[in-house]
C-alpha cells in the first residue's frame, strides 16, 4: 500500500529540493507528517490507506508543510548540547545553569539550589541519557496529574500517560486509549505541553485532523491558535539528547 501512496504523492507538486518517504505504521488510523529537523518529510500511513485521500490531505496542507521544511533546513538541524558546568537546559519553560558534580555514592540528575546537577559520566552520551531519564521521570508524574483535568474537560477518560523517547514524534494516542508524550516537552512552559496532550486527547474521540477536531481542541483550549504559534517557534529549540 505504501507504495501506491508513494505514487499518488509523487504526482502532487512537491518542491525538488524536498527529501520525503512514506512510511507505513500498523498502529496509526490517520496520515501523519512527521518532519525532522534536517527538513526530511515523513508521510506516515496506517495500511489500509487510501492514497488518494492521503494526496488530497497532503496538497491540503502543502504550504504549511513547505513554510516548516524551509524553516527547518535554515536552521540546519537538532539542537546539541556540551555537557559542561553552566550550559543551559530547560525545565517547564524556566532556565537552569548545568552544574557537573563530583559522582559521589548517590549521587543522581536533581535540580538543587537552582542548579541541575549531573554527577560526572564516562562519556557525553551517558551524561545525556541521565538528563533525558530525569526528565522522563519528572515528565511522567507531571503529565499524569496535569491530564486529569484536561481529560474532564475534554470529556474523555484516557489510559496511562507514559512518557518516552518517541523519536520525531512529540505524542501518540495508543490503541488501548493511553497517551505517549516525548520527555522533551519537558522543557516547555506548561501551557505549550498542555497544547500536546489536548491533541492528543481528543485523538480519543476524533481520529482525523479536520474541522471537528479542532472545534473538540478549542473547547479545552480558547487560545489555541496563539499556543499553535508559540510552539512552532518553541519546538526548534528543543533538545533531545543530541551531544
Do not use: N
Not at 498542555?194 to 485523538?203: C, P, R
Amino acid at each position: 500500500m505504501s507504495v501506491l501512496v508513494q505514487s499518488a504523492l509523487a504526482s502532487l507538486p512537491l518542491p525538488g529540493q524536498w527529501t520525503w518517504r512514506v512510511v507505513e505504521r500498523p498502529r496509526r488510523r490517520t496520515l501523519g507528517i512527521e518532519i525532522r529537523e534536517d527538513g526530511t518529510v515523513l508521510f506516515a500511513v496506517p495500511p489500509d490507506a487510501d492514497p488518494q485521500a492521503v494526496a488530497d490531505a497532503v496538497r491540503s496542507r502543502l504550504p504549511r508543510i513547505a513554510g516548516e521544511v524551509e524553516r527547518r533546513m535554515r536552521r540546519g538541524g537538532e539542537p546539541v548540547k556540551e555537557l559542561v558546568s553552566g550550559a543551559s537546559f530547560a525545565y517547564l519553560g524556566r532556565r537552569h545553569r548545568l552544574k557537573v558534580v563530583p559522582a559521589e555514592s548517590g549521587a543522581r540528575v536533581r535540580l538543587h539550589q537552582g542548579w541541575l546537577e549531573l554527577p560526572q559520566c564516562g562519556s557525553p552520551p551517558e551524561g545525556a541519557g541521565l538528563i533525558a531519564d530525569w526528565y522522563t521521570a519528572r515528565g511522567g508524574r507531571w503529565m499524569t496529574a496535569r491530564a486529569a483535568p484536561l481529560a474532564a474537560r475534554a470529556g474523555v477518560t484516557p489510559g496511562q500517560i507514559t512518557v518516552r523517547d518517541l523519536g520525531e514524534r512529540w505524542g501518540s494516542c495508543e490503541p488501548d486509549g493511553g497517551i505517549s508524550a516525548h520527555w522533551a516537552l519537558m522543557q516547555l512552559p506548561p501551557a505549550l505541553v498542555d497544547l500536546v496532550l489536548v491533541h492528543e486527547l481528543t485523538h480519543l474521540t476524533v481520529s482525523a485532523h479536520g474541522a471537528a477536531f479542532r472545534r473538540r481542541m478549542r473547547l479545552v483550549l480558547e487560545d489555541l491558535e496563539e499556543l499553535e504559534h508559540r510552539f512552532a517557534q518553541a519546538e526548534p529549540e528543543l533538545w533531545r539528547g543530541a551531544v
